[in-house]
Structures are given as structure tokens and as C-alpha cells.
């Protein structure tokens, strides 16, 4: 079975089964797909908006595209923005060493301080499961370089 997204002239969209995609290219070619909404059988698939991946936590480029993506910063924006500055004014970034050092005051073999850094999802995954209080960030960290 498969699902897919579509929408009829009148841009209704809904979910439908279908056996296969042979079976809907099949069904859809006979006029036999109707709108759920208004039964018109001039239907198509819906373009599916892809899934944003998760962020890259590592060795992606310090956004490049910002710039060409222009639009005026939102509140959500400002609002991350704004909890970006907090994190990097109060947290020490440890890069690659976030495991490492999360662990280690995990375990009090560090002194207990705020840390940001790059994890990998499983690396992170394994953290929380061994009690690591540890949260996504929704941005990626400046690199300090120096
Ligand atoms: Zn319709």
C-alpha cells in the first residue's frame, strides 16, 4: 500500500491509499481518482513538501545562503536569535568535545558548567538514554576559531 497527498483543480487535498503506484497511474489514467471533498476527478499528486533535516552537527557551512534568503526576521527569529546570544554569552562551546565533557560532569569528573557544542544524533540519543540532560539546539554554534 501506499499513501499519497493529492489535490484535486479546486486545490482540495486529502490522503488516499492506493494498492501501488502502478495502481494509482492506473486508476488516475481511467478518471477513477475523485476529490474526496468535491468528487471532481481531475486530481494529481500534491508536491510534497520534502522534510527539513535535522540540523547538521557537523562540518556544515556557517550558513551561506543567509543572506540570499532575505526575508525580515520574525519573532520566532528574534526569539532564537535572542536565546542564541544567551547561550553563547552564558555557555562555554566545546565543540566536538560536547560528549566527552557531558559525560565527565555527568559522571563529576568535571566541574558542572554550562557547555554547548556538536554531538552526533546517536552520540546525543546515547547521552539522554545514560540520564545526560542534554537539548537540541535550533541553531548551529559559532565556531571559535581561536
Ligand atoms: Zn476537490
Known amino acids: 500500500m501506499i499513501q499519497y497527498t493529492l489535490k484535486c483543480t479546486d486545490g482540495h487535498r486529502?490522503?488516499?491509499?492506493?494498492?501501488?503506484?502502478?495502481a494509482?497511474?492506473?486508476?488516475?489514467?481511467?478518471?477513477?481518482?475523485s476529490c474526496a471533498i468535491c468528487g471532481s476527478s481531475k486530481v494529481e499528486k500534491a508536491i510534497m513538501t520534502p522534510r527539513v533535516r535535522p540540523?547538521?552537527?557537523t562540518s556544515a557551512?556557517?550558513?551561506?545562503?543567509?543572506?540570499?534568503?532575505?526575508?525580515?526576521?520574525?519573532?520566532?527569529e528574534q526569539a532564537l536569535a535572542e536565546?542564541?546570544?544567551?547561550?553563547e554569552e552564558t555557555s562555554d562551546y566545546?565543540?566536538?568535545?560536547?560528549?566527552?565533557?557531558?559525560?565527565?560532569?555527568h559522571d563529576g569528573d568535571a566541574p558542572e558548567r554550562s557547555i554547548y557544542g556538536e554531538a552526533k544524533p546517536e552520540d546525543a540519543?546515547?547521552?539522554?538514554e545514560d540520564g545526560v540532560p542534554v537539548t537540541p539546539l535550533p541553531f548551529l554554534p559559532n565556531r571559535k576559531t581561536n
Open 24 to 33: 494509482y497511474d492506473k486508476l488516475a489514467g481511467a478518471g477513477m481518482v
Open 61 to 76: 557551512p556557517e550558513a551561506p545562503q543567509q543572506g540570499a534568503l532575505s526575508e525580515p526576521a520574525g519573532a520566532a
Open 83 to 87: 536565546l542564541k546570544r544567551k547561550i
Open 125 to 128: 540519543r546515547a547521552l539522554i
Open 94 to 105: 566545546v565543540g566536538k568535545d560536547f560528549v566527552r565533557e557531558a559525560r565527565a560532569m
Open 55 to 57: 540540523a547538521r552537527t
Open 14 to 22: 486529502f490522503d488516499s491509499w492506493f494498492q501501488s503506484a502502478d
